[in-house]
């Protein structure tokens, strides 16, 4: 049975605290009308239910408005536990670890841009390799490769795959301090370290794109985007089948935990450890280490990137001023402070295909963003339009300083494959100006945007409940997909 909802607020809805047996807290979901109506009915909403029944959990089972169902943890969801008497849960991270987006800008006018589009896309796809299982084309002995996963984008730009100002652009600098590459298993490394420098396959993707419409021209500027038109370069990926194997490790152990500390949950795929336990430690090391490998996958890219319009536009990055505008980490637990009832408390939240969207002020933000509040870079579906936003100071006390990450899938891989056919999909992009290419025709069909939610509705859900607000549209004019 799927649980009930109830509209507090302007697109907040509220699942009561009696709505399911055991559930410790409400739940809370982000949507406006167009869209809860094609999730009153998901099985997602179970998942909310089952996870503000976990131990430790304060204030809310929170769900943006691109919430589908995901192993254990909903997609789009938020929960913050106690960090004291609270849980860490692998699931609840994610199985793509440090699954992330950045934005590249650009000097450059769509008018320079679009002529060459084509030859773009056609060179970096030769030098960004993707796809499942694909490897990278760093040539670094496995010896310094862990060095990625200890000092993240640090390590990356000192071995030359960025430039030092890209590291004040980069959530936690591109590198969490709680790594510890001990927890991580040989598995992992073995899997991982071939893929560093790749795109992957699914939904992630590499977008050419042009600045479509600014709605807050000053704020706009201080993130770096000038004017209507100007072209930029998005990246969608993760820590690949690095994050994946610590994940899956994790989960195991986490559900042997459970005996040993007697948590009990409504759904054993959200198998969870008491944040302070040894597992839970454990854990924290090693999804610290997968998150500095997301980091450096998307920065090692970015090089190439570069390299890629270098040779196209015959223009050095640097006076194409190819600086990045921010990059966000989708799926991630991290150690926050946030007032709950009046306190100023601890909590351990966990981020599932959700992003941080902290206002202004935040310690976190890096200073070239405190006073503005960091960029938040919501990526759409292939074909459709991009959002820069920004967070307010209301979702600081409403979702723990969190918004939505992207579209979130209302339709299976498998169905999309069966109703699209690749020659459908390409001439839709075709039909818009967007020049697509893709490693198989499989992929075209599984991420065809019907497959996905309206990404403007998910917008206007978050703006419309005030935890967040658009500044900058993007739109694609090339696309790259694994």
């Not at 790594?179 to 298993?185: M, N, Q």
């Not at 944040?275 to 924290?284: C, F, L, N, R, V």
Request: overall charge neutral; some cysteine.
């Amino acid at each position: 049975m799927i649980p009930r909802l109830r509209k507090i607020d302007n697109c907040k809805y509220e699942m009561p605290l009696d709505e399911k047996r055991g559930m410790r807290v409400p739940g809370i979901i982000y949507s406006n009308e167009t869209i809860i109506k094609g999730v009153e009915n998901d099985e997602s909403l179970n998942q909310v239910a089952n996870v503000a029944a976990l131990p430790g959990i304060i204030k809310a089972s929170i769900a943006m408005p691109d919430i589908h169902l995901g192993y254990g943890f909903p997609i789009g969801g938020i929960a913050a536990f106690d960090f004291n008497d609270g849980i860490i849960s692998p699931a609840s991270v994610g199985y793509d670890i440090n699954c992330g987006v950045r934005l590249i800008k650009t000097n450059l006018h769509e008018n320079e841009v679009k002529p060459k589009i084509r030859e773009l896309i056609d060179e970096i796809f030769v030098n960004v390799p993707s796809g499942v299982g694909r490897e990278g084309k760093i040539k670094i002995g496995f010896s310094k490769l862990e060095n990625f996963l200890s000092e993240g984008v640090n390590y990356a730009v000192e071995e030359g795959f960025g430039w030092k100002s890209d590291l004040e652009r980069i959530e936690e600098g591109g590198k969490l301090e709680i790594a510890d590459r001990s927890k991580v298993s040989s598995r992992a490394r073995e899997r991982g370290f071939p893929q560093l420098g790749s795109l992957g396959a699914g939904n992630h993707f590499l977008e050419i794109q042009v600045v479509d419409k600014i709605f807050d021209a000053e704020l706009a500027k201080k993130f770096g985007i000038e004017y209507e038109g100007m072209v930029a370069v998005m990246v969608h990926t993760g820590s690949r089948g690095f994050g994946h194997q610590v994940a899956t490790e994790y989960v195991e152990r986490a559900s042997q935990a459970m005996v040993k500390y007697g948590i009990k949950v409504a759904d054993k795929q959200l198998a969870a450890a008491p944040i302070g336990s040894k597992e839970g430690e454990d854990y924290m090391g090693a999804m610290g280490a997968a998150a500095n490998f997301g980091f450096s996958n998307r920065q090692v890219i970015t090089k190439w990137i570069r390299e890629s319009f270098e040779k196209v536009m015959g223009e050095k990055a640097e006076d194409m001023d190819m600086e990045l505008v921010y990059d966000v980490a989708h799926n991630i637990a991290k150690r926050e402070e946030h007032i709950i009832e009046g306190s100023r408390k601890e909590v351990m939240v966990h981020r599932k295909g959700a992003t941080r969207a902290f206002p202004a002020g935040r310690k976190e933000v890096s200073a070239l963003y405190r006073e503005t509040g960091h960029p938040v870079i919501i990526p759409g579906t292939m074909g459709t339009a991009s959002y820069v936003l920004v967070g307010t100071q209301k979702n600081l006390g409403e979702s723990f300083g969190s918004t939505c990450h992207g579209s979130g899938r209302v339709m299976s891989r498998s169905k999309a494959v069966k109703q699209y056919s690749e020659q459908m999909v390409r001439s839709s992009m075709e039909r818009k100006g967007i020049y697509v290419r893709a490693a198989t025709k499989y992929v075209l069909q599984e991420e065809v945007p019907e497959s996905y939610k309206n990404v403007d509705e998910v917008i206007d859900s978050v703006q419309c409940a005030g935890i967040s607000r658009p500044v900058v549209r993007l739109r694609p004019i090339g696309v790259m997909k694994g």
